[in-house]
T-cell receptor, first 111, second 112 residues
């Protein structure tokens, strides 16, 4: 119940394309869904986050879509750029302080 | 800017050695976390602390212990390092609850 399932494990997208990463959760107590971005040699950093009272949140080229009934959320990267090449982690959290992370998606945007 | 620093970027230890990983944050955060990151397994929580001298087990606490004597510092201890503890260790902190966690750069530990 504490798991967050993330797919795909890796993704190759052409420059200018749309990158889509999906996550699913089981625990309905989760009420906070962040996405973290990690570059090689660095720790993860928050990219964008959503709470379940909205179905979509957009920040620049990054959008989270949230489907509460399906217990799924996804990250869309529009107009993907080589600088977006990184590992992306979804996570889920709630009032119990800690986050549960997905297994990560390694994104490569080809020039 | 929030800063989370970890004592070492790379560490090589022998099986059976006692290993200390140190983490310091400068933003007066209540919560601190230790994760290990392994390919295909994502970030797995080892321990976290929500106050000085308080700690809670995460998902994979076996073989590890922690210490938080001061609010800004959270130490991860491997009492007797084993080869299966070779991994990337990440420290994080946040103010409270599900707020943004700020991560350090990580310590890549190799146990031979």
């Amino acid at each position: 119940q504490q798991q967050v399932k993330q797919s795909p494990q890796s993704l190759i997208v052409q420059k200018g394309g749309i990158s889509i990463i999906n996550c699913a959760y089981e625990n309905t107590a989760f009420d906070y869904f962040p996405w973290y971005q990690q570059f090689p040699g660095k720790g993860p950093a928050l990219l964008i986050a959503i709470r379940p009272d909205v179905s979509e949140k957009k920040e620049g080229r990054f959008t989270i879509s949230f489907n509460k009934s399906a217990k799924q959320f996804s990250l869309h990267i529009m107009d993907s750029q080589p600088g977006d090449s990184a590992t992306y982690f979804c996570a889920a959290g709630g009032s119990f302080q800690k986050l549960v992370f997905g297994t990560g998606t390694r994104l490569l945007v080809s020039p | 800017d929030v800063k989370v620093t970890q004592s070492s970027r790379y560490l090589v230890k022998r099986t059976g050695e006692k290993v200390f990983l140190e983490c310091v944050q400068d933003m007066d955060h209540e919560n601190m976390f230790w994760y290990r990151q392994d390919p295909g397994l994502g970030l797995r929580l080892i321990y976290f602390s929500y106050d000085v001298k308080m700690k809670e087990k995460g998902d994979i606490p076996e073989g590890y212990s922690v210490s938080r004597e001061k609010k800004e510092r959270f130490s991860l201890i491997l009492e007797s390092a084993s080869t299966n503890q070779t991994s990337m260790y990440l420290c994080a902190s946040n103010k409270q609850g599900p707020d943004t966690q700020y991560f350090g750069p990580g310590t890549r530990l190799t146990v031979l």
